[in-house]
């Protein structure tokens, strides 16, 4: 699911060409923090899309679903009540069962998912699949209400169409994606031929996946609570379960005739201290080992950007006829470059790690992407740098130079003859994607937003493309509080607009309305879509004079 977010974001910043996504959130925890989040996400998507997707914010349609087994009931809570096993011969059903799962695996409660359990986790998914297609085929009411079933619906449309492509992302140490990936394809593609009656064509199915290995840790569990809930995550061992993982992987046939591409995402750095970093934006020292529920809410990393942009790519910038030819699965990866410190290797971004190959666009077209006056080829890395500069800029003017109300920006730009519409659900979408983006403030402390936590996730780096852009604007919590804002406008082209020192906010306001007026005319009753194509110009035309990509 934190790949997921990224993938949303990746849409809302204008990076995915495609037209159309379905997205398909797969939890086994129906209270988990993430998965909350996530939803949210997404209702602001919808509430924001343009539908065009040709390089727009908030650009691609996404139709959005959710599959979560039920295992609240009495009688699914447990591996051995859903397997049945004290029906018929319970003693021979408990030897059988015993030779695969220890007794701990057998009986903890399911309500928070698998718990890196994934021998039980594959066998549990892929039944959870099936038997909630069959149940939709056959009655009305089910297939209704059953949101897997549209969605495997959606892939067998595609499929008669003449192609479907799809997409997993999970790991190799958790619990629901690191069970899913390797029945996943094999899931779908099975749920598929029920609903169709076995007219399916495997060879106009084209699946790939993003394989995430260990990236973050936190502490071991204590004994008494190891003892209270049978089975619990324990971070030390996951780069056990992914080795295993990996090792099955590229040994599997039915894996490997059936997925066309793994794109294996490792962060061979310093990993993410999940216990230090809670601590740092809370004050929760406990470093108590969550299982799942509402509390469990991890940062967004790094890693996980690039997790969705290998999705772009699997999706978009490989031609058919390539994927034809994968016969057994192939593996990409992409190395970082890094800096050593003593002992230490600190990862060195830069945007084309998220992103290559060009794009030939005029600058200030109506695609929103800007390349050169003579439309000569640009790179999509540097795209992705202005985009996520704009992104955030925009989402830090609302926070901070309009105290959270978006409609004052809107209000400003009224004052200049430019007249955007957006009612009241869109401009309260704005309101709460700027501060899932940047940062959420209370009396208390300052959480960080999505950008902000990527930061932080990799210790504060100084070094690297991907966080250049927005620079000391990241630093949310190191200063009491009040993030600073990047200073796009300070050197600008006209000499009129430049500020020594840190802005107000009244000259923040008024630089980024002279800066407005120099590159889109006066408008009346525009859409929020002219409002995102004429922020995009904006932002592309100034912060390209202030930094220009490496």
Same mark, same amino acid.
């Given at each position: 699911?934190?790949?997921? /977010?990224?993938?949303?974001?990746?849409?809302?910043?204008?990076?995915?060409?495609?037209?159309?996504?379905?997205?398909?959130?797969?939890?086994?925890?129906?209270?988990?923090?993430?998965?909350?989040?996530?939803?949210?996400?997404?209702?602001?998507?919808?509430?924001?899309? *343009?539908?065009?997707?040709?390089?727009?914010?908030?650009?691609?349609?996404?139709?959005?679903?959710?599959?979560?087994?039920?295992?609240?009931?009495?009688?699914?809570?447990?591996?051995?009540?859903?397997?049945?096993?004290?029906?018929?011969?319970?003693?021979?059903?408990?030897?059988?069962?015993?030779?695969?799962?220890?007794?701990?695996?057998?009986?903890?409660?399911?309500?928070?998912?698998?718990?890196?359990?994934?021998? &039980?986790?594959?066998?549990?998914?892929?039944?959870?699949?099936?038997?909630?297609?069959?149940?939709?085929?056959?009655?009305?009411?089910?297939?209704?209400?059953? /949101?897997?079933?549209?969605?495997?619906?959606?892939?067998? *449309?595609?499929?008669?169409?003449?192609?479907?492509?799809?997409? &997993?992302?999970?790991?190799?140490?958790?619990?629901?994606?690191?069970?899913?990936?390797? &029945?996943?394809?094999?899931?779908?593609? %099975?749920?598929?031929?029920?609903?169709?009656?076995?007219?399916?064509?495997?060879?106009?199915?084209?699946?790939?996946?993003?394989?995430?290995?260990?990236?973050?840790?936190?502490?071991?569990?204590?004994?008494?609570?190891?003892?209270?809930?049978?089975?619990?995550? %324990?971070?030390?061992?996951?780069?056990?379960?992914?080795?295993?993982?990996?090792?099955? +992987?590229?040994?599997?046939?039915?894996?490997?005739?059936?997925?066309?591409?793994?794109?294996?995402?490792?962060?061979?750095?310093?990993?993410?201290?999940?216990?230090?970093?809670?601590?740092?934006?809370?004050?929760?020292?406990?470093?108590?080992?969550?299982?799942?529920?509402?509390?469990?809410?991890?940062?967004?990393?790094?890693?996980?950007?690039?997790?969705?942009?290998?999705?772009?790519?699997?999706?978009?910038?490989?031609?058919?006829?390539?994927?034809?030819?994968?016969?057994?699965?192939?593996?990409?990866?992409?190395?970082?470059?890094?800096?050593?410190?003593?002992?230490?290797? #600190?990862?060195?971004?830069?945007?084309?790690?998220? $992103?290559?190959?060009?794009?030939?666009?005029?600058?200030?077209?109506?695609?929103?992407?800007?390349?050169?006056?003579?439309?000569?080829? /640009?790179?999509?890395?540097?795209?992705?740098?202005?985009?996520?500069?704009?992104?955030?800029?925009?989402?830090?003017?609302?926070?901070?130079?309009?105290?959270?109300?978006?409609?004052?920006? @809107?209000?400003?730009?009224?004052?200049?003859?430019?007249?955007? #519409?957006?009612?009241?659900?869109?401009?309260?979408?704005?309101?709460? +994607?700027?501060?899932?983006? *940047? +940062?959420?403030? %209370?009396?208390?402390?300052?959480?960080?937003?999505?950008?902000?936590?990527?930061?932080?996730?990799?210790?504060?780096?100084?070094?690297?493309?991907?966080?250049?852009?927005?620079?000391?604007?990241?630093?949310? @919590?190191?200063?009491?509080?009040?993030?600073?804002?990047?200073?796009?406008?300070?050197?600008?082209?006209?000499?009129?607009?430049?500020?020594?020192?840190?802005?107000?906010?009244?000259?923040?306001?008024?630089?980024?309305?002279?800066?407005? *007026?120099?590159?889109?005319?006066?408008?009346?009753?525009?859409?929020?879509?002219?409002?995102?194509?004429?922020?995009?110009?904006? $932002?592309?035309?100034?912060?390209?004079?202030?930094?220009?990509?490496?």
């Amino acid at each position: 699911m934190r790949c997921l /977010q990224s993938f949303l974001n990746m849409c809302a910043m204008g990076m995915y060409s495609g037209e159309s996504v379905d997205i398909l959130l797969l939890e086994t925890d129906i209270e988990n923090g993430d998965k909350k989040n996530s939803e949210n996400l997404y209702n602001w998507y919808k509430t924001l899309t *343009t539908g065009n997707g040709k390089g727009e914010y908030f650009g691609p349609h996404i139709n959005f679903y959710t599959f979560v087994p039920d295992y609240s009931k009495d009688n699914q809570r447990r591996f051995t009540l859903i397997s049945r096993l004290e029906s018929g011969d319970a003693h021979v059903n408990r030897m059988l069962s015993d030779l695969f799962y220890e007794e701990g695996v057998q009986e903890f409660d399911l309500m928070h998912g698998f718990r890196a359990q994934t021998h &039980v986790g594959s066998y549990l998914m892929y039944h959870a699949f099936i038997e909630e297609i069959r149940a939709a085929v056959s009655s009305d009411i089910i297939r209704n209400k059953s /949101q897997l079933y549209q969605f495997i619906n959606s892939i067998k *449309t595609q499929n008669t169409n003449g192609e479907a492509r799809i997409f &997993v992302l999970g790991s190799t140490f958790g619990g629901t994606g690191a069970s899913s990936i390797p &029945v996943m394809a094999r899931a779908i593609s %099975d749920a598929a031929k029920v609903i169709s009656g076995g007219m399916i064509q495997m060879e106009n199915m084209y699946f790939g996946a993003v394989i995430l290995t260990p990236y973050f840790s936190f502490k071991s569990p204590s004994k008494e609570h190891k003892k209270a809930e049978k089975v619990i995550a %324990d971070s030390q061992f996951f780069a056990h379960n992914s080795a295993a993982a990996l090792m099955y +992987y590229i040994k599997d046939n039915t894996i490997l005739s059936t997925y066309k591409r793994f794109y294996m995402m490792g962060w061979p750095f310093k990993s993410l201290d999940m216990d230090k970093y809670k601590a740092m934006i809370s004050g929760d020292n406990s470093g108590k080992t969550i299982t799942g529920g509402k509390s469990q809410e991890n940062p967004a990393h790094p890693v996980e950007l690039m997790g969705a942009f290998a999705a772009e790519h699997f999706f978009n910038t490989t031609e058919k006829n390539v994927l034809k030819e994968i016969y057994s699965t192939e593996v990409k990866f992409k190395a970082i470059e890094y800096e050593a410190k003593g002992e230490e290797k #600190s990862a060195y971004l830069h945007f084309d790690d998220l $992103i290559d190959g060009e794009y030939n666009a005029k600058a200030g077209d109506s695609s929103g992407k800007s390349g050169d006056e003579k439309g000569n080829k /640009q790179k999509y890395a540097d795209l992705a740098g202005w985009n996520i500069t704009g992104m955030y800029y925009l989402n830090l003017l609302t926070q901070q130079v309009y105290g959270g109300d978006f409609g004052g920006m @809107l209000r400003n730009l009224s004052r200049y003859n430019y007249d955007y #519409s957006f009612n009241q659900e869109e401009l309260e979408a704005m309101n709460k +994607y700027a501060q899932y983006f *940047t +940062y959420l403030k %209370d009396d208390k402390n300052v959480k960080p937003g999505w950008l902000p936590q990527m930061y932080y996730s990799m210790d504060k780096p100084t070094n690297g493309e991907l966080f250049s852009y927005v620079g000391e604007a990241l630093d949310v @919590l190191g200063t009491g509080g009040d993030a600073h804002r990047n200073k796009l406008f300070t050197k600008g082209k006209n000499k009129e607009m430049a500020v020594k020192g840190r802005p107000s906010l009244a000259q923040e306001a008024e630089m980024f309305m002279k800066a407005w *007026t120099q590159v889109n005319k006066p408008v009346k009753k525009a859409t929020k879509k002219d409002f995102f194509l004429d922020f995009r110009k904006t $932002i592309n035309t100034f912060s390209r004079v202030i930094h220009k990509p490496a």
